[in-house]
């Protein structure tokens, strides 16, 4: 068996860092706030990723043009790289979101604020 010279980061480490990018993709881009569940999450783990090395996450979304819906699943995918070598990491990832809040309803404003 082959060693290792530097410690290497847990995948599940490294699908989280992913999975927290796509997130705030998704937040950024449907101006929502946090009304997302993950519901779908899939990937294959390809290369190991050592401790301190920085990773880029591409994302992208086959069906850009729709908007979520309460209740409606969206499939976003994604890739993750190794940025000094630009080697893949991860690949085949894919994030089902859906959404627990839909805007103009009462479900979608604090509390506080509903009649």
């Excluded at 950024?28 to 569940?37: C, H, P, S, V």
């Excluded at 604090?110 to 009649?115: A, G, H, I, K, V």
Aim: aromatic residues 6%.
């Amino acid at each position: 068996a082959k060693t290792m010279s530097r410690p290497v980061l847990h995948g599940l480490c490294s699908l989280g860092f992913a999975v927290r990018c796509v997130l705030k993709f998704v937040r950024q881009r449907e101006a929502k706030g946090d009304g997302f569940e993950v519901s779908y999450l899939s990937c294959r783990f390809v290369r190991p990723v050592y401790v301190g090395d920085q990773i880029k996450v591409l994302i992208w979304d086959d069906d850009a043009n729709s908007t979520m819906r309460k209740g409606k699943q969206k499939v976003l995918r994604f890739e993750v790289l190794e940025c000094t070598s630009g080697k893949t990491v991860i690949k085949n990832g894919q994030v089902g979101i859906t959404t627990t809040l839909q805007v103009g309803t009462a479900d979608a404003m604090p509390p506080n604020c509903r009649s």
